[in-house]
């Protein structure tokens, strides 16, 4: 196919159906990072869940009226395509100008957007992985001595063969636990 039959095949089924309406950014979908330390604390995980579904299901409803859209086009005749074709290039030529011009553009714009794009997604990539060590490594430095103060409890399978003073001991240990990460977490 010739680019200019490309992108009049293209451009005369949105014309057919009309301008499409703006579609809403997935991404306005998205909650609010969480602000506790602890998955109960809010309803990150939920809000997360329907918002995927919600742009799930968004998704396959356009999935679904592209593809209607694609049957009608490739059920049209070949010579009704190009008769179509011809006519609305023959009444708007302004816009097969303008087309033509923006499809040029298109592919050097395309190419410099997805460079950007994949450079941005190394570099937030590099972030995330150095925070997480970042935090792993504080979290590590401030949780080993209470981990090393549990594995010298005598703590057996049962409470009841393990000593009073070991199961308080262990439980002030977990509350220090739990409060250590929380101020990493905070942090």
Known sequence: MKPLTIGLSVLLPAL????????QDPWTKVPAFPTGCYSAQDDFAKDTESALEAVSAE???QEQIDNEIKERYDDLDPAEKQTR???????????????MQANQAMGAEYQE???AQYEKRQKLEEELKNLMARYDGVLDKALAPLAAKRTSLPLADGEAATPQWAIEENNAVIKKT??????VCGE
């Open 16 to 23: 057919a159906l009309g301008a499409p309406p703006a579609a």
């Open 59 to 61: 998704s396959a409803r």
């Open 85 to 99: 074709m011809q006519s609305y290039m023959m009444s708007h030529p302004e816009d097969v100008a303008k087309m």
């Open 113 to 115: 957007t997805a460079t």
């Open 178 to 183: 739990n409060a250590e990460y929380e101020r």
